[in-house]
């Protein structure tokens, strides 16, 4: 399984963009981006997956460039309930035995 | 989706006692997960519970620690067995959606063990 590196925190304002990069450097063929979002005393939430190109939803963008070897997630116009811990997951599709990073804690001030 | 209810949702033991967490699925799933988050880290994948057959487990995970069953595709448990101190986790259970896609998790049981 592909290991991911991401920024351990980050700080932001209510209403700004925020965009959180992930690198995996050894991304399979076959292997699916995911992002999860876990809030204090809840499991993680699943926000996005992908696998190449461009990915949107109504919670947030997913942007892979053409080599794989990272992603960004773009996070439009956060409020202070953003707050939580993010985390970059490579690997199948459904999640079969995944392993997760250390994650990015994001912080979101008023 | 799928609906995940564990008991307890929180717990406080004593050294050397067992705990059994409960998973609840709304519907049948194929695969389930048990995972562990201790204080302020990453979750850590605990076992693979596997219906009529024994759990797979991961490396440093052990069956007479962390007894798992799972009778039907809806339901599983995990023990923590013997417990101390270092057991204070959150243990969470994890379904794969219908789609294959993605995970779903349970909000958790936080353990405490004195």
């Known amino acids: 399984l592909a290991k991911t590196t991401q920024p351990i925190s980050m700080d932001s304002y209510e209403g700004q963009e925020v965009n959180i990069t992930c690198s995996h450097n050894?991304?399979?063929?076959?292997?699916?981006i995911t992002w999860y979002q876990q809030f204090p005393s809840q499991g993680p939430r699943f926000i996005i997956q992908g696998y190449k190109t461009k990915v949107t939803n109504e919670v947030a963008s997913l942007f892979i460039p053409a080599d794989r070897k990272s992603s960004t997630l773009s996070l439009p116009r956060v409020s202070l309930s953003d707050t939580a811990v993010y985390y970059c997951?490579?690997?199948?599709?459904?999640?079969?035995?995944?392993?997760f990073g250390a994650g990015t804690r994001l912080f979101v001030k008023a | 989706s799928a609906v995940i209810s564990q008991k307890p949702s929180r717990d406080i033991c004593q050294r050397g006692t067992s705990l059994t967490i409960q998973c609840q699925v709304d519907s049948q799933v194929t695969m389930m997960f048990w995972y562990r988050q201790q204080p302020g880290q990453s979750l850590t994948l605990i076992a693979t519970a596997n219906q009529g057959s024994e759990a797979t487990y991961e490396s440093g995970f052990v069956i007479d620690k962390f007894p798992i069953s799972r009778p039907n595709l809806t339901f599983s448990t995990l023990t923590v067995s013997n417990m101390s101190p270092e057991d204070s986790s959150i243990y969470l259970c994890?379904?794969?959606?219908?789609?294959?896609?993605?995970?779903?998790f349970g909000s958790g049981t936080q353990l405490s063990v004195l």
């Open positions: 997951l490579v690997g199948d599709r459904g999640g079969f035995k995944t392993i």
């Open positions: 050894n991304i399979a063929t076959n292997d699916y």
């Open positions: 994890s379904v794969t959606g219908t789609s294959n896609e993605k995970l779903f």
